[in-house]
């Protein structure tokens, strides 16, 4: 690892792109520390109970939302953006086209993609100015009108943000800003875990068993992350004029956890959303309702890994076309061996994904359930661990890592190859 370290700093134009990397970071962390207008954020602090869909946002925001900056939509409606159009794309012959189209495509799916994040932040941030009226110091149309428009504008700056890190910088831009504001919340979690210490709330075997259960968990993560079931493919040779093409092997990677964290967030949302709403209903029945689904009770934890299972299922099916990848298969002259060409090819390449996307749907849904599990193992409560952020979190070091590697091995260094 030292190694490794020492060939990112010889390396100028690696270290140019870490340097401008975390330059984006402290960009990033000042502005969640800037307050909206007009806003009173005591109130707004006072409604992060635990079980509502705004700590899952605070979450990807890095705390910005509890202290509602101007960042505090954070980079949520991009990935709500993303995600609609990944699923247009499916449906909308125009969008299917273009994704075929290489650069040029991918450049107009892109420009739709910013113009839905703009359209999306705006309404999100109108219903967040209505739903938070309470905490608005001079609740009226022109302050929720500017309220909306500062959180609009927040979180296409941390698109604008986002895409130059991923040009000038090292990894995926809008992944790494949700990755430094959820590990931006790792020091707060440890001071948590200092003051119930130091409280006598807990002793220090339920800290080294909280840390025995993190590094396994990480290390479960990047295993079933990695996991992959490689579907041989043989090539047969043709001939193209006078040339000899194809006649070599490959295979297809299925990975085990197609749908990454798509479907734990989606879960979240819907089981959440019900919850956050009764909040601002002053009925009876509906909070009664409401503490039903709050986290943590047996029927949201039910309905939370059922939801989880039908999602990874849901998007899988959206986002991997068998049928098309048998028949590209069948037109460049490959097939597995022991199966024809086409719709034999294509029923057990479906068979194969349904058997490992139940491994990963159990999987992500575990995962989901485990701050429950560690919460009631060690007795610390309040410091969030599992779930959205630990994949989040593992993902995009491991991409990032990759993406490092491959500029290293590029220059001959070491460091990584060993």
Sequence with gaps: MLAALANIVKIAELRQKVVFTLAMFMVFRLGTHIPVPGVNAAVIEQMFTQGNLFGLLDLFAGGALSKFSVFAMSITPYINASI????????????????????????????????GTVLLG?????????????????????SILLVAITLTAGTT????????????????????????????????????????????TINIFNVVLFLVISVAMILLVIAIQQGQRR???????????????????THIPLRVNQAGVIPIIFASSVLMFPVTIAQFIDIPWVKTAAGYFAWGTPLQSCLYA????????????????????????????GFIPGL????????????????????????????????????????????????????????????TMKQIEALVLMRHYQGFMK
């Design 84 to 115: 609609i159009m990944q699923l247009l794309t499916v449906v909308v012959p125009t969008f299917e086209s273009w994704s075929k189209e290489g650069d040029e495509g991918r450049k107009k799916i892109t420009q739709v993609t910013r113009y």
């Design 122 to 142: 705006f309404v999100q941030a109108i219903g967040m100015a209505f739903g938070l009226k309470a905490a608005i110091i001079n609740p009226g149309i022109g």
């Design 157 to 200: 700056f941390l698109m604008w943000l986002g895409e130059q890190i991923t040009e000038k910088g090292i990894g995926n831009g809008i992944s790494l800003i949700i990755f430094a504001g959820i590990v931006s919340r790792l020091p707060e979690g440890l001071y948590t875990i200092y003051q119930y210490l130091m409280a006598g």
């Design 231 to 249: 579907i041989p493919v043989q090539y047969a040779k043709r001939m193209v004029g006078r040339k000899m093409h194809g006649g070599h092997s």
């Design 306 to 333: 059922l939801l989880i299972i039908f999602f990874t299922y849901f998007y899988t099916a959206v986002t991997m076309n068998i049928s098309d990848m048998a028949e590209n298969m069948k037109k460049h002259g």
């Design 340 to 399: 024809r060409p086409g719709k034999p090819t294509a029923e057990y390449l479906d068979r194969v994904m349904t058997r490992i996307t139940l491994a990963g749907a159990i999987f992500l849904a575990f995962i989901a359930l485990l701050p429950n599990v560690v919460a009631s193992a060690t007795n610390i409560q309040g410091v969030y661990f599992g779930g959205t952020a630990l994949l989040i979190v593992v993902g995009v070091a491991l991409d």
